[in-house]
């Protein structure tokens, strides 16, 4: 699968972004699929996952109430919806994917082999 992350852009604290992530390839409702994001100097961090059917998903805590994973299967789009949004969620930001055994969420970056390109959110004070 291969996958294309948009959306990012400049927004003030306590405005909105919506990031989506587009698949191209066979079979996307057997992914899994995970937003990251890092930031200058960071490593790269779990942001939200969700799975195959869009039935489960999981946040990071920094993020828990202000961020919403969704997908479309039909389209073959992930989204993340931002809102209330700080300058320490400022970083590029990645979708990635892959197609685990058993697990339904995957939240650690080692365990995605199909990454996007990012896109860059930057949140000004």
């Known amino acids: 699968v291969q996958l294309q992350a948009s959306g990012g852009g400049l927004v003030q604290a306590g405005g909105s972004l919506r990031l989506s992530c587009a698949a191209s390839?066979?079979?996307?409702?057997?992914?899994?699929v995970g937003w990251f994001r890092q930031a200058p100097g960071k490593e790269r961090e779990f942001v939200a996952t969700?799975?195959?059917?869009?039935?489960?998903?999981r946040y990071a805590d920094s993020v828990k109430g202000r961020f919403t994973i969704s997908r479309d299967n039909a389209k073959t789009t992930v989204s993340l919806q931002m809102n209330s949004l700080k300058p320490e969620d400022t970083a590029v930001y990645f979708c990635a994917a892959d197609r685990p055994g058993p697990p339904l969420l995957l939240t650690q970056a080692q365990e995605y082999d199909y990454w996007g390109q990012g896109t860059q959110v930057t949140v000004s004070s």
């Open positions: 969700i799975s195959k059917l869009g039935a489960t998903t």
């Open positions: 390839g066979r079979g996307f409702s057997t992914y899994v």
